[in-house]
């Protein structure tokens, strides 16, 4: 089992940054690739992030490329999601997510088998 807890969401205006993080808990962590999604009202959940177990590779959603980091604290079991210059179609419930099985990075929601509640962001114009 695998607990993830996110952090860190709030309310800025556009052009802000936020840093949020997700503690994982329950299995090792720095074998499992993870993710960052978001799901606005009414749409679709889609990928935002994703970076690899130890070795830090990453992959970004075209839409955040440029504006988004996600990286990780292995001995703190933590993985982050720096979100810097953001815009008012940012906003969204951001989720993690953990999977343990593959080999390479994945954007699909179907191949993430663990996920945190999620964190609230919110960006204002």
């Known amino acids: 089992q695998v607990q993830l807890v996110e952090s860190g969401g709030g309310l800025v205006q556009a052009g802000g940054s936020l840093r949020l993080s997700c503690a994982a808990s329950?299995?090792?962590?720095?074998?499992?690739?993870m993710g960052w999604f978001r799901q606005a009202p009414g749409k679709e959940r889609e990928f935002v992030a994703a970076?690899?177990?130890?070795?830090?590779?990453?992959y970004y959603a075209d839409s955040v490329k440029g504006r988004f980091t996600i990286s990780r604290d292995n001995p703190k079991n933590t993985v982050y999601l720096q979100m810097n210059s953001l815009k008012p179609e940012d906003t969204a419930v951001y989720s993690c997510?953990?999977?343990?099985?593959?080999?390479?990075?994945?954007?699909?929601?179907?191949?993430?088998?663990?996920w945190g509640q999620g964190t609230q962001v919110t960006v204002s114009s």
């Open positions: 970076i690899t177990g130890s070795a830090g590779y990453t």
């Open positions: 329950g299995r090792t962590f720095s074998t499992s690739h």
């Open positions: 997510a953990a999977r343990y099985s593959g080999s390479v990075l994945s954007a699909r929601v179907d191949d993430y088998a663990y």
